[in-house]
């Protein structure tokens, strides 16, 4: 039996399955079917959850913010916790690789998990080799 490819989701791969931004919020939606189908979550860095919910809330409102939180959890994804180990290895990202803050904790967590991540922003593309990048289209924000 093959591996279950594992992925971690940068904010805007979120935002596109929440704003049903096409055709990446169709990528990402096969991804959680996928997810779902083979008891696998996919993951995400609490930090870029708050990225997105920030944003959300931005964009549309208080209400549509508090009502992605209820779709997330509807969602085979992991948000993963933030500590002091995975605050400094992203620190140091950042440091390194000239990433903006939140990615850089998508970054740390796709690393430490071995994990693939799924984003529409090519600013990823610094880490090289180190990273693998599921690149989903690019939408206007």
Known sequence: ?????????????????????????????????????????????????????????????????????????RLPILVIGVDLDRATRAAALKQ???LGYADSFAAELAIERGATLVTADPEFSKLGKILPVYPLPRYEK
């Open 1 to 73: 039996m093959a591996a279950t490819r594992r992925y971690v989701l940068d904010a805007n791969a979120l935002i596109a399955l929440f704003e049903g931004r096409q055709p990446a919020a169709e990528k990402v939606r096969k991804m959680l079917a996928d997810a779902s189908r083979t008891d696998s979550p996919l993951w995400m860095s609490a930090i870029n959850w708050g990225e997105v919910f920030y944003i959300e809330w931005r964009r549309y409102g208080e209400a549509k913010a508090r009502q992605a939180e209820v779709n997330l959890r």
């Open 96 to 98: 390194k690789h000239n």
